[in-house]
């Protein structure tokens, strides 16, 4: 059975800005959980409020009310006991001491969590070979490059040798090489050091081949809490794109606008397309009704696939609850 | 156990930074030993002559400490500023250790790694002034580390407020000014000042180190006021810097700027 290691009951954040003096509620009442072992995606647009919940989770920030805790741990009441069980890369390369070595910085914030060099000489070496730091290993970090910044950063995080990681925007600004790298690095991590990760990004490609499960965040509120593959399956089963020999007259066009109003018409040269989301499985027969009934030639049929981007994007938009009440 | 770890980590990496950047550690001490010249040249130029020697070693003493206090009080103010630049502010944020610690680790680091430097310039001034002063360390060093204390007190407060208002660079140029002003205004001008941080103990090391005091001539009294002052400022120190890391955390005052 999965236990929750990271549990956030009804968090609520507020700000008042400096000038106008207005009340921005950034997080208001949010509660999810993040299981052991598990890499959870926490999402959401510009300004919806998951920077603040990184921040409360990491004890950075403190909430107006709510609880958070972290391996059972209340993060306020006990932030420093809670803080033992995790560690976070925030910003990126600019989490470290760019005037330090690899090595040096590794060090140093052991050093800064308590422990002695000695004590994890050991892990060092191995995080060194295991992100591919070793012959970097006293290169001042302002002479890396990003990539490899990143992920000195995250090998930082580990070295704290907390259960639970969290990654804001691990592979921004990365190249395609890199980014697959610090992918798959993330994912051994989980494998075979059972690390919970919780991660931030506005690259659903990540996301998707990361996470089991998403939380995705809008104007402070939790919109959606499941696994990617039960969002995908919401919304990918009904986009189709009919290829059709020949074009079809006004009056064909405007019949099935009646029935269809979201349906898209694309004539090309000899062909044309008709693109379509249907809201129920059974209306794909309404349309090849209709399409039989006016006698428009079918040349192929194709379902549309759908990304994680564009499910992220309907969600952010409020159509999943549309999507649900449809299937339903 | 786990401060002291905490406490090499810092030494450490202040070694390696002054190690590293040696020019700029060089050029440091070659502006501060400048400065000391032009006091120097203005005493023995303009001063007179009868008390020339006693203001000379006054003015050794007083620019020793001076650079002291810049070091312990100004510079962790300075670092606070750069770690939220740099985005490093947070990292020591999520440290289970608390701030606090890794702060006044790094207070005690940079007043050990610096006070080579400290010791270098005392006996350059006093070789160029020709005067050599009373360095009586057993009543020297009880003296100053209770000072010192005062000093981190401070310290933490200067970076309490640092954490919270960040543009503060404004107020520490200003700042080394008013350290200069604490640490160059003699006691019998303001005797109330005795119960500002550090001006005790720098009188009463000025007493040592000028006036050849012993540790045990001092009245009661005074030792009172210099242990009281490190208790009181460091105490309030830490008061002042837990309560502005609260502030900080309730207001999201922790990431750059």
Redesign the interface.
Known sequence: MTQPIVEVKNLKKSYKKRKTKEIITAVNHISFTVNKGEILGLLGPNGAGKTTTIKMICGLVRPDSGIITINGIDNQDKRLRAQEHISAVLEGNRNLYWRLTVRENLEYFAGNRGKSRKEVAGQIEELLGQFRLKDKENEMVNRLSRGMQQKLAIAVAMLAGSEVILLDEPTLGLDIETGYEVRELLREIVRTEKKTIIITSHDMDVIQDLCERTVIINSGKVVTNDRVENLMKLFEVRSYAVKLDGHLSEEQHQLLLEKFPQLTYIPETYQSVLEVDLTQSQEIYDLFDILKLEQIPVDTIDRKTINFEQVFMKIVKGEKEYALSERA | ???L??L???I??EY??LK??LPNTIAMIITFYVLFLGMFAGISLIGDPSTQDTNIQYVIVNYIFWFLAMVVVNDIGWQITNEAT???L?????????IWK?MLSRLLSTTLIEFAIIIALLYLSMFTAGQWLNVDVLSILPVLILTLISMFGLGLIIAGFTMILKQIQAFLQILQFILAGLTFVPLSVAPFLAFLPFVKGIDMVREIMINGVTLTEFAAVDILILVFNAVFYLGLGLFVFLRCE?FA????L???Y
């Not at chain 2, 947070?90 to 608390?98: A, I, K, N, V």
């Not at chain 2, 955390?249 to 999201?252: A, D, H, N």
């Open positions: 156990m786990r401060f770890n905490v090499k980590a810092n450490r990496r390696i930074l590293r950047y740099q985005g490093t947070e990292q020591l944020g999520m440290s289970p250790m608390g890794i609260q955390m309730q207001k999201g922790l990431a750059h």
